[in-house]
């Protein structure tokens, strides 16, 4: 039976709750925002399915990708946080019949997994939500799908794609599995208050919210809030900030808020089993040149030959094969490991008590010396003048 003794040894990937014959388990949160598994003894009939299915308990062996790409889909380009890779995977599984499986954000601001059989509906799951999404049943319909025939494409965290290959215990034909290149998973219920704080200081409501928009610039990308009136009548218009001055964004760039097993993750580089893992190719400058034009491109990682066939048949703008060290580089996501900040502790003790959550927030961001600042400023003023130009 499940028993969460240590909270770094569990990622929340709810294989063990959605693998439970007894349905013994269920997710709870616990103060600081996440969700663990909690297991009901007098209804456990000590199977230790939960035990078999558990990622972290067994880790899939590492593997180096076979294959690195810098890669381009313009159709899908303005929309998409990098360079459109995933909604043109996801619109191909959907034209063959299938069904997508990713994290949308909610109407009340809330991540979770859904899934989508529309393309008019690949909007829902585009872009980056810097939140640890619910993933609910989705490993059990993904099962169905599977075994009616249907093809699946199932996105998210390396954890999350440990967690359902686990769960199924194979790899069934007809699964496309599609990770990110992940830094962690901040707070759900963080975000919850933080959000509600805004809509406190700002005296509206807030309907949609873009993690990553790269309006102005996708190295310096910005947060945009989607403001209504309190009842939801009236468009308010829409909040942008630069990511580096939103108090949220700064605090899961820092590592302050993510999740305790996010420090020493099971998953991460080559361990969740995927067949093809994305992320932005934030040294492009050097792995691929001619693209560094601040308008996004994807880094694709091929780890299996299913993946390899999928982005061969998606005919993209721009597919060149780069370095795969060098293109991971300056990409956090694929750290060796990260380091808990001296402070984590303290700051989630304080949240649910602190009057002005904003404020207290802002007292744990470690600001950048003002040279950098002034730096990045100008960078950034260049560069979207350079794109104004280029238009």
């Known amino acids: 039976m499940i028993r969460i003794s240590d909270k770094s040894m569990c990622c929340g990937c709810s294989a063990c709750v959605n693998a439970c014959p007894a349905q013994c388990i269920v997710p709870r949160y616990d103060r600081e925002g996440f969700y663990y598994p909690v297991a009901n003894p007098d209804l456990c009939i ?28 313009e159709e899908h380009l303005a929309g998409s946080s ?20 990713g994290a949308a954000l909610a109407a009340d601001m809330k991540v979770e997994h859904t899934e989508i059989y529309d393309k008019e509906e690949l909007g829902r799951l585009r872009g980056s939500k810097y939140v640890q999404s619910e993933l609910y049943s989705a490993y059990e319909e993904v099962r169905d799908h599977l075994k009616s025939g249907r093809k699946v494409l199932f996105s998210g965290t390396p954890c999350q794609v440990a967690g359902l290959l686990k769960y199924l215990g194979s790899r069934p034909a007809g699964l496309l599995t599609v990770d990110v290149a992940c830094h962690g998973v901040p707070s759900p219920l963080l975000w919850e208050k933080y959000v509600k704080a805004l809509e406190e200081a700002w005296g509206c409501r807030i309907s949609s919210v873009g993690f990553r928009d790269k309006s102005r610039s996708w190295r310096h990308y910005d947060v945009t809030y989607c403001k209504t009136s309190c009842d939801g009548r009236e468009d308010l218009g829409t909040h942008t900030v630069n990511v580096e001055d939103d108090v949220f964004m700064s605090l899961f760039r820092q590592d302050m808020i993510l999740r305790p097993s996010c420090y020493r993750c099971p998953a991460r580089n080559g361990r969740s089993g995927s067949d093809i893992t994305l992320a932005d190719l934030w040294s492009v400058a050097e792995a691929a040149p001619e693209l560094n034009d601040d308008r996004g491109v994807s880094l694709v990682l091929v780890n299996t030959s299913l993946g390899k066939d999928c982005l061969d048949a998606l005919q993209a703008d721009v597919c060149r094969p780069v370095e795969p060290q060098l293109a991971v580089t300056q990409n956090g996501g694929f750290a060796a490991e990260v380091q808990m900040p001296p402070r984590r502790d303290e700051f989630f003790k304080g949240v649910h008590s602190a009057r002005n959550l904003i404020q207290y927030m802002k007292g744990f961001v470690v600001r950048k010396p003002l040279y950098i600042r002034m730096y990045r400023t100008i960078r950034r003023t260049l560069s979207g003048m350079k794109r104004r130009m280029m238009k």
């Open 46 to 73: 000590n199977c230790g399915r939960c035990e078999q299915v558990c990622p972290v308990l067994n880790p899939l062996e590492p593997h180096l990708p076979s294959e690195a790409f810098a890669v381009r889909c």
């Open 82 to 101: 990098s360079g459109g890779v995933f909604p043109a995977l996801a619109g191909r599984v959907i034209d063959e019949g299938g069904v997508v499986y």
